[in-house]
């Protein structure tokens, strides 16, 4: 009975150790979960502001859906619908969110900032794991290379030369790193593809 007893008392403190433990983690979860989904806000909110630095902050950057219904397929940009875009109300000027899913290692979520005219203002990459030392370049903290952008549109440089110099193109490449900037190269021209099909509907939704 005594080894059955203690058994029984060992198997009961684990049991009750292992429900102690998944709490713990599930809480902690969910308060690192809250605190980085926090943390991602600001970080967006801080990028938009560098990609259109004369918006007026006390009318900030309103922001709107992208949704299938207004817009159709939304695969140009590679997001889900109800995603957010952003709109200056002083100049027109719009900020498209826009992923490339073929980055070294996972999707980059970019933003794109684009003109009424369709000229980039600028792009930001949101979040990325491309490779520390090679692929990270694309952070302008890391390197101005994605500053290449600024003031190109969807026929300045010309549809074939939307590609590395490397490739023929007319975009800088980063040494030891083709696959990510071909990725981002990729996902700005797919975004001024899809600014130029519905420049009408991103503005117009616009009170």
Do not use: C
Not at 107 to 125: A, E, F, M, P, T
Not at 144 to 168: C, H, N, R, T, Y
Not at 187 to 205: N, P
């Amino acid at each position: 009975m005594s080894i059955y007893t203690s058994i029984r008392q060992n198997a009961i403190g684990l049991g009750l150790f292992a429900i102690l433990t998944a709490g713990v983690i599930a809480l902690t979860q969910t308060m690192t979960s809250e605190r980085i989904a926090e943390n991602e806000r600001h970080y967006q909110a801080k990028l938009l502001y560098e990609i259109l630095p004369t918006a007026d902050a006390d009318l900030a950057l309103l922001p709107q859906q992208l949704s299938q219904e207004l817009f159709g397929d939304l695969a140009l940009l590679g997001v889900k619908d109800g995603t957010a875009y952003f709109i200056d109300r002083s100049t027109q000027d719009v900020i498209l969110p826009a992923i490339a899913p073929d980055g070294y290692t996972e999707s980059i979520r970019l933003l794109v900032g684009i003109s009424q005219n369709g000229q980039v203002k600028g792009v930001r990459v949101v979040s990325h794991k491309e490779t520390p030392g090679l692929g990270d370049r694309i952070e302008l903290k890391k390197s101005p290379w994605i500053l290449q952008f600024d003031g190109v549109s969807i026929s300045v440089p010309a549809e074939d030369a939307w590609l590395v110099v490397k490739d023929g193109g007319a975009f800088d490449q980063m040494s030891g790193a083709t696959i990510t900037p071909r990725a981002v190269i990729a996902a700005v021209h797919r975004a001024l593809q899809f600014y130029q099909q519905h420049q009408a509907v991103l503005l117009g939704a616009q009170p």
